[in-house]
């Protein structure tokens, strides 16, 4: 079983930034693949990003350069650090843990966070 806490959200400018990061329960977190997801009102929850246990990375297209997803598996932590803000990315932001064989679909995650709330003002 994994815990996964999510903090870092808030209030920001367009062309800010902002870090999330979610920390993991349990002694299995570096054997997970972890990825970001977010959900705005009224739209399904999307995949932003995801690392894998060996640190290769990926990102859907509309962060590509502008968002970076790190993990650090001594601190059972993982990070978005997320520059260049734009109103388009406010939404809520999920941290979830797995191990299925597509890193950007949903159902390839089995534990999720309870999400943390990041608002970008134009």
């Known amino acids: 079983q994994v815990q996964l806490v999510e903090s870092g959200g808030g209030l920001a400018q367009a062309g800010g930034s902002l870090r999330l990061s979610c920390v993991a329960s349990?002694?299995?977190?570096?054997?997970?693949?972890m990825g970001w997801f977010r959900q705005a009102p009224g739209k399904e929850r999307e995949f932003v990003a995801a690392?894998?246990?060996?640190?290769?990375?990926y990102y859907t297209d509309s962060v590509k350069g502008r968002f970076t997803i790190s993990r650090d598996n001594a601190k059972n932590t993982v990070y978005l650090q997320m520059n260049s803000l734009k109103p388009e990315d406010t939404a809520v932001y999920y941290c979830?843990?797995?191990?299925?064989?597509?890193?950007?679909?949903?159902?390839?995650?089995?534990?999720w966070g309870q999400g943390t709330q990041v608002t970008v003002s134009s």
């Open positions: 979830a843990a797995g191990s299925g064989r597509y890193y950007a679909l949903r159902q390839s995650y089995d534990y």
């Open positions: 690392i894998s246990w060996s640190g290769s990375t």
């Open positions: 349990g002694r299995t977190f570096s054997s997970y693949r």
